[in-house]
């Protein structure tokens, strides 16, 4: 019910920068925080950068200071611009929204991930 279409991805070379952005489509009554998780190859999923509705922010200590997050409420979409990249950037970045769906009585939560895109960071 709830679709996140993710692009951005791609091949570059180290200290390069990269923008990521994903869009959120569907049955939507609120969203409450949107967010870029990423999954390199033999580690696991972890937390790149989240915003929430109100505007808070939180990164992930790797990424701290390289990485900005941005949102845009009206067109449910969220930015993540990628500065100074290093080849351990490399991996899947996911998209990551949670709200609330549209009902008739009930708005229940959701939580919904994206494919997926891959960035490379290389020479």
């Known amino acids: 019910q709830v679709e996140l279409v993710e692009s951005g991805g791609g091949l570059v070379r180290p200290g390069g920068s990269l923008k990521l952005s994903c869009a959120a489509s569907?049955?939507?009554?609120?969203?409450?925080?949107m967010g870029w998780y990423r999954r390199a190859p033999g580690k696991q999923r972890e937390l790149v950068a989240i915003?929430?509705?109100?505007?808070?922010?939180n990164y992930g200590a790797s990424v701290q200071g390289r990485f900005t997050i941005s949102g845009d409420d009206q067109q449910r979409t969220v930015y993540l611009q990628m500065n100074s990249l290093k080849p351990e950037d490399t991996a899947v970045y996911y998209c990551?929204?949670?709200?609330?769906?549209?009902?008739?009585?009930?708005?229940?939560?959701?939580?919904?991930w994206g494919q997926g895109t891959q960035v490379t960071v290389s020479s």
């Open positions: 569907g049955n939507i009554f609120k969203i409450d925080a």
């Open positions: 915003i929430t509705s109100g505007g808070g922010t």
């Open positions: 990551n929204t949670q709200g609330s769906l549209q009902g008739t009585t009930y708005n229940a939560p959701f939580a919904s």
